[in-house]
C-alpha cells in the first residue's frame, strides 16, 4: 500500500514538471512572453494569467481522458478523434509547422543566453543541440528525468529575483490599455502553449494507467505554470521601464543580483529552453515516424539541424511576432477539444 502510493505521489510529481518544463521554454523563462501577453495590461494582466491557469488545467484533464482511451503516441491519431476528416490534414500541418518553429526558437534564445555570458552564440547552440539529441537518444524517460532537475531550479531562481526587485525600490506603473484584451491575451498564450504541449501530453496518458495520477498531475502542472508565471509577472512589472525593450527582462533584473547569481539564473534558464526543445523535438520526431516511418533517432537530428537554420531569424522577431499569431491558430484546436465530448470508457 505503501509502496502504492509512493509511486503514485512520484508519478504525480513527474507529470506535473514534465508539463511545466514542456511549456516553459526560451519566451517563457526570459519574461519575454510574459511580457508580450500579460506585462502591457498592467495589474489587469495578472487576472489574465488566473484565467490561463483554469483553460490550461480544463485542456490538460480533458486531453489526458481521451489520450487514455486512444493510448498512442500519435497526436495525429488525437487530431483524427477530435476533428472532421476534411480538417486533419490542415490541423496536423499547421501544428507541424509551429513547433518546429518554436525549436528554432529554443535554439535562437540559447544562443541569445550564451551571449549574454559573452561565450558566443554558436557555442550555446552546439551544446544545446549535443545535450537535447543525448536525452532524446533515451525517449520520454530521458524528457521526464531532465525536467525532474530543472522545474524546481527554475522556480527557486524566479522567486529570488523577484524578491530581491521588490527589495531595491520596485513599484507597479500606470501602464494603459487595462481592459478586456487581456481575457483574449489569456486564451492566446493557453492555446498557444497546450497546444504544442499535445505530443507530450498524449504520451504521458499513454504511460500512466491511473486516471487519478493524470488528473491531480495535470492540475498540479497547470497551478505551477502559473504561480511561476505571477512571479515573473510582478518582478517585470515592478521594473517595467527598466526592462520592457530587454530582449530577455529576467536576465537583466538577474545581473542586479551580481555575477554568481546572474550566472546561476542564466545555467537554469537555458535548462528551461532545453526542456522546451527536447518536448517539441520529441514530439516533432514521434510525428515523422509515423507519417514517414524514419527511424526516431533520425527525425530528431533532422529536426535539430532545421530548427538551428530557423534559429537564424532572430529570438525577438520570432516572440514577438510569431507567437501571437500561432496562438491564434492553435486557438481552433482548444476549442474543439474542450467541445469534444469525454469518450465514456476513458475513466
Known amino acids: 500500500m505503501v509502496k502504492l502510493k509512493l509511486e503514485t505521489v512520484e508519478a504525480v510529481f513527474g507529470i506535473a514538471a514534465t508539463i511545466i518544463g514542456t511549456v516553459i521554454g526560451a519566451g517563457f523563462a526570459s519574461g519575454r512572453e510574459i511580457m508580450e501577453f500579460f506585462g502591457k495590461f498592467g495589474i489587469s494582466g495578472g487576472f489574465g494569467i488566473l484565467l490561463a491557469v483554469a483553460v490550461m488545467g480544463l485542456f490538460i484533464h480533458k486531453v489526458f481522458r481521451i489520450g487514455s482511451r486512444l493510448q498512442t503516441d500519435s497526436y495525429q491519431e488525437f487530431l483524427r478523434y477530435i476533428l472532421k476528416p476534411g480538417w486533419i490534414a490542415v490541423v496536423d500541418f499547421v501544428l507541424f509547422l509551429i513547433m518546429l518553429m518554436l525549436v528554432g526558437v529554443m535554439f535562437a534564445g540559447c544562443g541569445a543566453l550564451f551571449d549574454e555570458l559573452q561565450w558566443g552564440y554558436w557555442p550555446g547552440v552546439a551544446l544545446t543541440a549535443t545535450v537535447a539529441l543525448l536525452v532524446l537518444f533515451r525517449d520520454l524517460p530521458g524528457l521526464m528525468g531532465i525536467n525532474a532537475v530543472v522545474i524546481p531550479l527554475m522556480f527557486l531562481g524566479t522567486v529570488g529575483i523577484v524578491l530581491f526587485t521588490f527589495d531595491n525600490g520596485g513599484a507597479f506603473p500606470e501602464i494603459s490599455g487595462q481592459n478586456g484584451y487581456w481575457i483574449l491575451a489569456a486564451l492566446q498564450f ?65 545581473k542586479f543580483l551580481g555575477k554568481p547569481a546572474f550566472f546561476g539564473y542564466v545555467l537554469v534558464l537555458w535548462g528551461d529552453m532545453l526542456t522546451t526543445l527536447i518536448a517539441n523535438l520529441f514530439g516533432l520526431a514521434k510525428r515523422l515516424e509515423t507519417l514517414v516511418h524514419w527511424p526516431f533517432q533520425q527525425n530528431v537530428v533532422l529536426l535539430t539541424g532545421t530548427g538551428i537554420a530557423i534559429g537564424e531569424i532572430g529570438f525577438v522577431n520570432l516572440v514577438a511576432y510569431g507567437y501571437p499569431i500561432y496562438g491564434f491558430l492553435s486557438f481552433f484546436l482548444l476549442v474543439m477539444v474542450m467541445l469534444k465530448p469525454l469518450p465514456g470508457n476513458a475513466g
Open 190 to 254: 493557453s492555446a498557444y502553449n497546450l497546444v504544442l504541449a499535445l505530443p507530450v501530453l498524449i504520451s504521458l496518458s499513454r504511460r500512466y494507467a491511473r486516471q487519478a495520477a493524470l488528473a491531480v498531475g495535470g492540475w498540479m502542472g497547470s497551478v505551477g505554470l502559473g504561480v511561476i508565471s505571477l512571479w515573473i509577472f510582478l518582478g517585470l512589472l515592478a521594473h517595467f521601464r527598466l526592462i520592457r525593450q530587454a530582449e530577455l527582462p529576467m536576465v537583466v533584473l538577474a
